[in-house]
């Protein structure tokens, strides 16, 4: 079975910083495209970042000069810097994986809460 598991969430101050991780048991980690997703209290999930397995980035517009994704193909990790943090920045945030070569797959983790309160 495979496994995404999401940790580094937490509380952070208005314009300060956390750094998520995710952990996969992914085997061909490099064929998948690695993203981050949040969702808040009453709101559909949104994308939030997304870097594919030749190492392309893409950020919602929202997050963009804020957060940074990066993966690690030697450890089969990803990760998501986030910098500059906003209350609207507070969710549960979500990795995700999807193959980006022969038959679709798709994966999720179960989310890391990040809280951003004064």
């Known amino acids: 079975q495979v496994q995404l598991v999401e940790s580094g969430g937490g509380l952070v101050q208005p314009g300060g910083s956390l750094r998520l991780s995710c952990a996969t048991s992914i085997s061909a980690f490099n064929v998948y495209h690695m993203g981050w997703y949040r969702q808040a209290p009453g709101k559909q999930r949104e994308f939030v970042a997304v870097i594919s397995r030749d190492g392309i980035r893409n950020y919602a517009d929202s997050v963009k000069g804020r957060f940074t994704i990066s993966r690690d193909n030697a450890k089969n990790t990803v990760d998501l810097q986030m910098n500059s943090l906003k209350p609207d920045d507070a969710a549960v945030y979500y990795c995700?994986?999807?193959?980006?070569?022969?038959?679709?797959?798709?994966?999720w983790g179960q989310g890391t809460q990040v809280t951003v309160s004064s």
């Open positions: 995700n994986a999807r193959r980006a070569v022969g038959i679709f797959a798709d994966y």
